[in-house]
Nanobody, 118 residues
Framework: QVQLVESGGGAVQAGGSLRLSCAAS????????MNWYRQAPGKQRALIAD???????NYADSVKGRFTISRDNAKNTVYLQMDSLKPEDTAVYYC????????????WGQGTQVTVLS
């Protein structure tokens, strides 16, 4: 059973920073990519950043230049460094492990709340 455990959420003033962590119970190299999603109240869950097993990264326009995704394969952990936070970044943030094979099983963490105060 694969487990993903997020941590690092909380409340922060606008302009501040937070670093989220996602610790996996298995090697993250076994997945095609590790992703961060977020879901704001009343909105759909949306992909905001991803990092492949070879380290390629992509970001949603809404966070580009402010957020940085990284991975530590030795620790089986993925990070999301969030800087210059805005109130609109308020959401529950979820870690996702994307399967290598089409039709393979993806895994989700339980989510961590990020609240940005104006």
């Amino acid at each position: 059973q694969v487990q993903l455990v997020e941590s690092g959420g909380g409340a922060v003033q606008a302009g501040g920073s937070l670093r989220l962590s996602c610790a996996a119970s298995v090697s993250i190299f076994s997945f095609y990519a590790m992703n961060w999603y977020r879901q704001a109240p009343g909105k759909q869950r949306a992909l905001i950043a991803d990092i492949t097993s070879i380290g390629s990264t992509n970001y949603a326009d809404s966070v580009k230049g402010r957020f940085t995704i990284s991975r530590d394969n030795a620790k089986n952990t993925v990070y999301l460094q969030m800087d210059s936070l805005k109130p609109e970044d308020t959401a529950v943030y979820y870690c996702n492990a994307e399967a290598r094979k089409v039709g393979g099983e993806d895994y989700w963490g339980q989510g961590t709340q990020v609240t940005v105060l104006s």
